[in-house]
């Protein structure tokens, strides 16, 4: 694929659409592209999974077409609909003019001109920008049923409308697969794609992400926003703070025109971060400032 010929072309590319990537994470991308085959990522919520289709699509100058899964999504919905009322309205206006051929009307009614195309249809068209890619979101959120359709779907890059027949991609899309783990993915449809775990990054890194997204953010303030949400990670949470929440929390504090963290600007901030109040709770206080005093600790010079 033209501009990723490389594993450093890859993360390059990413880098220049904010998304900062490290090798692993950039060599499994380039082989999905390079192979043709689904890519599919696992990780907690908030690390970065969903961003990087966004970040491909961009930087390959691609359309992204995201299908948000959830509990009930079922085949029809994420490949098409007919449009029911235009239907009815062509109905009525035919029986107003004197009606049709039976045959005529049935096969007006049932084209393209009344189709509702969803995601995955969309994604099987043709495209002047080339195939594109076609984020499958939350999959965790589905059930097994739907993973079956997807899995035969995915394989041919071909979908069956009864009243059209079979729509083969001319190009097969792009296909990121994504999934919070609140339960397992048969492994059927794992065997398909390429697969990856997206973990919280380093410190490092994280930094190197945090710069790319908030760049107004001074390096002290940076650091210190870092260091303090990878010690909560190490706390007992119900919900531990992903990369978003990194980046929500220093944009907030850089609207509050904070410099330096403090308890009270932890106390007043910790919406942004952390979000159930059980969580929020067990860090006010006094725990807030026992983790804040190590944080700034861990980061005086030696």
């Known amino acids: 694929m033209a501009g990723v010929e490389t594993i450093d072309a890859v993360q390059e590319m990413l880098a220049a659409e904010g998304y900062v990537c490290d090798r692993a994470l ?37 359309r992204l077409i995201r299908l948000q899964c959830y509990e009930g999504l079922d085949a029809a919905t994420a490949v098409y609909e007919w449009n029911f009322p235009a239907q009815m309205v062509a109905i009525r206006t035919a029986e107003a003019a004197g009606g049709a051929e039976r045959a005529e009307l049935q096969a007006e009614l049932f084209s393209d001109a009344y189709l509702i195309e969803r995601p995955l249809l969309e994604a099987m068209r043709p495209d002047e920008h080339g195939a594109p890619v076609l984020l499958i979101d939350e999959l965790d959120r589905t059930d097994e049923p739907f993973e079956a359709f997807l899995l035969e779907a995915l394989s041919d890059f071909q979908v069956t409308i009864p009243e059209l027949g ?41 930094m190197e992400i945090l710069a790319a997204r908030a760049p107004e953010a001074a390096e002290a303030l940076s650091r210190e926003v870092v260091a303090f949400v990878q010690q909560l990670r190490t706390e007992d949470l119900f919900k531990k703070p992903g990369v978003a929440e990194t980046i929500d929390w220093a944009k907030c504090l850089l609207a509050l025109d904070v410099i330096t963290l403090s308890p009270e600007v932890i106390a007043d901030t910790l919406g942004a971060i952390l979000k159930y109040q059980d969580d929020i709770r067990k860090l006010q206080g006094s725990e807030a400032k026992r983790i804040l005093d190590r944080v700034k600790s861990s980061l005086e010079p030696a």
């Open 26 to 62: 950039g060599t499994v991308v380039f082989l999905a592209l390079r192979l043709g085959r689904p890519l599919f990522l696992e990780g907690e919520a908030g690390v970065g999974k969903t961003e990087i289709a966004k970040a491909l699509a961009a930087g390959l100058n691609r």
């Open 166 to 206: 079979t729509i083969k991609a001319p190009e097969p899309p792009v296909v990121i697969l994504t999934s919070n783990r609140t339960r397992e993915v048969h492994d059927a449809l794992k065997r398909r794609c390429l697969y990856h775990w997206v973990d919280y990054p380093e410190f490092d890194r994280e």
